[in-house]
């Protein structure tokens, strides 16, 4: 850090946004989603396949290519999708995808069926990628919409169980045992995740996982009856949350991927129940992890940029640049104000926090692609 409290480090990398375009660019576009990115200190994200066309084909990956070669202002790096149409039966052809798709995911919802799962890994793994699942067991939702907990029980809420989540996991750690796929496990939540992915690596399984800024700053404690609290898997438990510290700080835990979704303002403005699932999180990603984990002692800066720039590009072999970099004020406290983003989506239950560590310039291939 130097005297003024200005510091400068990697650009920071995302492995999970999600950009709505080709689809739904009424809620982000690839454009609003790179610019709100270099804003939030990115220089490299990888978008996820819930659109429309699903990149499930060269073709439709194809679309989105297109796109991202006219608008993009950083380097964006498209998912394909792991089934056609992001409908979980018949494997994508991945030796026509991969070399045009950053990794294979389904995002938005998990694989249900184990042998279409274990098909995926098989064929994955024999071209060398990565597949990054969005791990839910659809049979344990019963319509749940936050945290089976307290809070869900004290507001009549209906809950989705930890069990949805490291259910699915289980299943999956055991398929990457058996099939050796490199395996990526997006957004874990629970405390029972972390203990099956620590377990997992013990045993040499190729698996690394992330997990959010708010489920690692907030807990079921923190919800209040509006749809900016409410995206999936939902905020859980205080020892949820701790488990998930834990597993940063003992490595468990590879990287800090915000899962940005933004939706409209009318589709978020429906309480718990009838929003939509999904936050905004590029903006607002380093100042509250630096703010929360990192001045209060819970873990180091060079750990906090680890996770948000060095792992992430390690595990999915993004290139890395010292022509990217973002410069960052550590010293002077702002407030987040969700009506001043760059994306289109404005939704965050971090909306009002006083943080500290503004981005002021972000640099991509030495070029200035957000200044303050
Ligand atoms: O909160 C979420 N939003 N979770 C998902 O799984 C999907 C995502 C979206 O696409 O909005
Ligand atoms: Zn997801
Ligand atoms: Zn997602």
Redesign the pocket.
């Known amino acids: 850090m130097s005297e003024n409290g200005k510091i400068k480090c990697p650009s920071f990398c995302d492995v999970h946004v999600h950009f709505r375009e080709p689809g739904y660019s009424y809620k982000e576009t690839i454009l609003t989603g790179s610019k709100a990115a270099a804003a939030g200190g990115y220089t490299c994200v990888c978008t996820m396949p819930n659109l429309n066309p699903v990149p499930d084909s060269p073709e439709n990956l194809g679309i989105q290519l297109d796109i991202i070669r006219r608008d993009a202002v950083i380097d964006v790096r498209p998912y394909a999708s792991i089934t056609a149409g992001r409908k979980g039966m018949q494997v994508v052809d991945v030796a026509a995808l991969k070399g045009k798709a950053v990794a294979f995911s389904d ?2 919802s998990g694989v249900q069926d184990a042998s279409v799962m274990r098909k995926a890994m098989e064929t994955i793994a024999g071209h060398g990628c990565i597949l990054a699942a ?1 791990c839910e067991d659809n049979r344990l939702l019963h319509g749940g919409y936050i945290h089976d907990g307290r809070y869900a029980r004290a507001h009549g809420h209906r809950g989705i169980c930890s069990e949805s989540e490291w259910g699915q996991i289980e299943r999956d750690l055991e398929l990457a045992r058996e099939t050796g796929c490199a395996y990526h496990v ?2 874990i939540s629970t405390k029972e995740s972390v203990e099956l992915i620590r377990r997992a690596k013990d045993r040499g399984v190729n698996v690394s996982c992330e997990t959010g800024p708010h489920y690692l700053l907030l807990t079921e404690d923190d919800l209040l009856e509006e749809g900016r609290f409410k995206m ?1 898997p939902p905020l859980r438990s205080r020892s949820d949350r701790d488990a998930l510290i834990e597993g940063l700080k003992d490595g468990t835990i590879d990287m800090i991927a915000t ?1 940005h979704a933004p939706h409209s303002a009318e589709e978020k403005s429906r309480g718990l129940e009838g929003s939509a699932m999904g936050i905004t999180g590029l903006e607002t990603a380093f100042p509250v992890l630096y703010t929360g984990l990192v001045r209060t002692g819970i873990i180091s800066l060079d750990k906090l940029v680890e996770l948000m720039a060095v792992a992430p590009r390690k595990r999915f072999k993004l290139p890395v640049s010292e022509e990217d970099y973002t410069e960052i004020d550590l010293s002077e406290p702002f407030r987040i104000d969700s009506g001043s983003f760059v994306s289109k989506g404005h939704s965050t239950p971090f909306d009002g926090m006083e943080v500290y560590g503004r981005v002021l310039r972000t640099v991509y291939g030495g070029k200035t692609v957000y200044s303050l």
């Open positions: 995002d938005g969005h997006c957004h999936n899962d």
